[in-house]
T-cell receptor, first 115, second 109 residues
Framework: DAGVIQSPRHEVTEMGQEVTLRCKPI?????LFWYRQTMMRGLELLIY????????DSGMPEDRFSAKMPNASFSTLKIQPSEPRDSAVYFC?????????????FGSGTQLSVL | RKEVEQDPGPFNVPEGATVAFNCTYS??????FFWYRQDCRKEPKLLMS???SGNEDGRFTAQLNRASQYISLLIRDSKLSDSATYLC??????????FGAGTRLFVKA
C-alpha cells in the first residue's frame, strides 16, 4: 500500500511566485483533506473533498489559495501569488470516511519556504 | 477560547515513568475524539480513538469526560521511543477534524 503521496517534499520560492502542491490519496478513500502546519497556529484544516467535490473550504485563508480535485486520485493546492507568511508544512490526508471514527492517513507533507 | 486546547509542554520524564496529558474542548456537541502522534519532521499518525467508556491499548489509556469537556491520555512505563508530540483531535461531524496544537513529550534515559 503506497499511502498518501505528496510532491514536492520541499519547495523554496520567491514572494509573488505561483506554488502548486500535489497529492495522491490512498486508492479507495473518498475523503481528501489539506492541512497547513506552523509553529504558531498548529495544524489547520484548509479544505476537504468528498468524492472529488469540495465540501468545506472555510479554512482557506484567502483568495490566493485554491484547491482542486479533478479525479479520485489527484488533488492540487495552489497559492498565487505566494507570500512569506505562507511558509509552512502542508499536509494532505485521506480517509475512507465510512464513519466518524475513520482514521486519517497523512502524506509526508510539503515544506514550503517563501522568501 | 480555542476549540481544542492542550498544554504545549514539554513534559520531560525518565524512562519507566507514567505521564498524563489532558486536552479540553469547547464544543459540547463534539462526537468523536482521537489522539494522534507526530514525530519530529514527520506526519501525524493515529495513536488511538477515544470512546466514552475509555479505552486501553497496551501502555496507553485514553479517557473522555463529556461533563467536563476534556479527554486524557495516560502513558505507563514510558519508553525513549514515546518521545514525540501528541495531538488531541476532535471530530466536528461531517468528517471535519480539529487538531490541538500538541503536547511535546521527551522521555530521558
Amino acid at each position: 500500500d503506497a499511502g498518501v503521496i505528496q510532491s514536492p517534499r520541499h519547495e523554496v520560492t520567491e514572494m509573488g511566485q505561483e506554488v502548486t502542491l500535489r497529492c495522491k490519496p490512498i486508492s479507495g478513500h473518498d475523503y481528501l483533506f489539506w492541512y497547513r502546519q506552523t509553529m504558531m497556529r498548529g495544524l489547520e484544516l484548509l479544505i476537504y473533498f468528498n468524492n472529488n467535490v469540495p465540501i468545506d473550504d472555510s479554512g482557506m485563508p484567502e483568495d490566493r489559495f485554491s484547491a482542486k480535485m479533478p479525479n479520485a486520485s489527484f488533488s492540487t493546492l495552489k497559492i498565487q501569488p505566494s507570500e512569506p507568511r505562507d511558509s509552512a508544512v502542508y499536509f494532505c490526508a485521506s480517509s475512507r470516511g465510512t464513519s466518524l471514527n475513520e482514521k486519517l492517513f497523512f502524506g509526508s507533507g510539503t515544506q514550503l519556504s517563501v522568501l | 477560547r480555542k476549540e481544542v486546547e492542550q498544554d504545549p509542554g514539554p513534559f520531560n520524564v525518565p524512562e519507566g515513568a507514567t505521564v498524563a496529558f489532558n486536552c479540553t474542548y469547547s464544543n459540547s456537541a463534539s462526537q468523536s475524539f482521537f489522539w494522534y502522534r507526530q514525530d519530529c519532521r514527520k506526519e501525524p499518525k493515529l495513536l488511538m480513538s477515544v470512546y466514552s467508556s475509555g479505552n486501553e491499548d497496551g501502555r496507553f489509556t485514553a479517557q473522555l469526560n463529556r461533563a467536563s469537556q476534556y479527554i486524557s491520555l495516560l502513558i505507563r512505563d514510558s519508553k525513549l521511543s514515546d518521545s514525540a508530540t501528541y495531538l488531541c483531535v476532535r471530530g466536528t461531524g461531517g468528517f471535519k477534524t480539529i487538531f490541538g496544537a500538541g503536547t511535546r513529550l521527551f522521555v530521558k534515559a
